[in-house]
């Protein structure tokens, strides 16, 4: 009972502070803060679907090591403005985000996909060199391309439904 009572005094905490209430108040802010949070979710999940395509057996000819190093990075590197972005627009109506179950799911969801993708780099990419040319991946390759697909999209889909419930 204690943490919720401080987990909700934290949220209130939040959506009062001085740099919530210039957002709510700036015709501007939230929908600039709202473009980079889009913009930064469409290079992430552009970079993460683009990999997985590569493991479903598309362009076959391009090197899987390659393609990870690449998109790797411009994934990791979108974080830098999602992170930010989605907590300035959490905080702007943090006790109502929080209870909002499309948002909470969203969270999961993002949690599975990292974790998924977690997985694949430490255990199945292991073995790429067996797979990296001209060759089809491994069925835990695919079965880790499709559950990525299939969450980011959820993710997405959850984001988009914010707004809804
Ligand atoms: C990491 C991957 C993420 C993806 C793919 C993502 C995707 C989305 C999408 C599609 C929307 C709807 C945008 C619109 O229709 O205008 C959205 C909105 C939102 N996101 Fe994210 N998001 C991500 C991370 C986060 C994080 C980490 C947070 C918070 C800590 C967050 C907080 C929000 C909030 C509060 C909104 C609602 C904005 C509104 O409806 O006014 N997002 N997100």
Redesign the pocket.
């Known amino acids: 009972m204690q943490v919720i009572l401080q987990g909700s005094s934290i949220l209130t905490w939040l959506e009062s502070s001085s740099a919530a209430l210039f957002i709510r108040q700036s015709v501007w802010l939230?929908p600039i803060v709202?473009i980079v949070?889009?913009t930064?979710?469409a290079v992430?999940?552009g970079a993460a679907v683009m990999f997985d395509v590569r493991l479903l057996g598309f362009s076959k000819k391009l090197p899987v090591n390659e393609c990870v190093r690449y998109l790797a990075f411009w994934a990791r590197l979108s974080?830098l403005a999602?992170?930010p972005?989605?907590?300035i627009?959490?905080m702007?109506?943090a006790t109502g985000?929080a209870s909002n179950p499309a948002?909470q799911l969203?969270?999961v969801l993002?949690g599975a996909?990292i974790l998924n993708a977690m997985i694949f780099h430490r255990f199945t990419l292991k073995s790429v060199y067996q797979w990296n040319v001209n060759q089809p991946a491994p069925a835990a390759a695919k079965m880790a391309g499709t559950i990525s697909i299939l969450l980011?999209l959820a993710?997405?889909?959850?984001?988009?439904l914010?707004?809804y419930i």
């Not at 993710?155 to 988009?160: A, F, L, M, Y």
């Open positions: 939230y709202e949070h889009i930064g979710f992430l999940v974080f999602v992170l972005s989605g907590f627009l959490f702007v109506d985000m948002f969203k969270l993002i996909a980011w993710v997405i889909s959850c984001g988009r914010i707004a």
